[in-house]
């Protein structure tokens, strides 16, 4: 069973940098993809970042959110420079267990993960 804890969420004022950590158990990321995503209040759960084979980031990311992965562990990251009140959401992570075969197309597409952690907020305040 695929199991994701995210932390590092919290309330911060616009400008601020916030470091999200996500840790799987269950899941070989060395085979399985893992993004990011986040729902902000009265908004859909849109994709941030995916690590499948490559880093892949959604448009409106622009090297503000850069998501990386701890050397040989099933730990992610998600880095949040120059924080906006924009910013304010619950952030999951999320895998993609599926076979490396199967993943083909586009990239981080929500529907295609299926094990998602309980999230955690980010507040910004302007």
């Known amino acids: 069973q695929v199991q994701l804890v995210e932390s590092g969420g919290g309330s911060v004022q616009s400008g601020g940098t916030l470091q999200l950590s996500c840790e799987a158990s269950?899941?070989?990321?060395?085979?399985?993809?893992i993004g990011w995503f986040r729902q902000g209040p009265r908004k859909q759960r849109e994709g941030i970042s995916c690590?499948?084979?490559?880093?892949h980031y959604a448009d409106f990311v622009q090297g503000r959110l850069p998501m990386s992965r701890a050397p040989d562990q099933n730990i992610v990251y998600l880095q949040i420079n120059n924080l906006e009140p924009e910013d304010t959401a619950v952030y999951y992570c999320?895998?993609?267990?599926?076979?490396?075969?199967?993943?083909?197309?586009?990239?981080?597409?929500?529907?295609?993960?299926?094990?998602w952690g309980q999230g955690t907020q980010i507040t910004v305040s302007s």
């Open positions: 690590i499948d084979g490559g880093t």
């Open positions: 269950g899941a070989n990321l060395d085979f399985a993809a």
């Open positions: 999320a895998v993609d267990n599926r076979p490396p075969g199967l993943r083909i197309g586009a990239h981080c597409v929500i529907r295609d993960f299926d094990f």
